[in-house]
C-alpha cells in the first residue's frame, strides 16, 4: 500500500478508500464483510464510527496474511478454447 505511513500514522483508513485502492467495488467489499455461508468467519471485519466504516490497520494486516496463506485462493477458471457464449440476439 503506498500510504503506509499514513496508515500507521492515524490507525487505520475508510472502507471505501481502501477497497479503491485494493481495486475492489463496493458490492465485493460488502460480500466480504458477511459470513460465509457454513458459517465461517467474514473475510475482513470493520469498525463503524459516526455512519461510516473503517478498517484498523491491524485488520488489514490480518486480512493480507490470511491472503498470503490461501485461505481465500481459488483455482482460475479458464474458459475451453473454442467455446464462445451464444449471441441472444434475434
Request: net charge positive.
Amino acid at each position: 500500500m503506498k500510504n503506509d505511513i499514513d496508515l500507521q500514522i492515524v490507525g487505520g483508513i475508510e472502507w471505501g478508500k481502501w477497497l479503491e485502492q485494493v481495486g475492489r467495488c463496493r458490492t465485493t467489499g460488502f460480500l466480504w464483510r458477511k459470513k460465509g455461508p457454513n458459517g465461517e468467519p467474514p473475510r475482513i471485519k470493520t469498525l463503524n464510527i459516526d455512519g461510516k466504516n473503517y478498517l484498523r490497520a491491524e485488520e488489514i494486516k490480518r486480512f493480507w496474511d490470511r491472503a498470503e496463506a490461501g485461505e481465500f485462493a481459488k483455482t482460475p477458471v479458464v474458459p475451453a478454447k473454442g467455446k464462445r457464449a451464444k449471441s441472444t440476439k434475434a
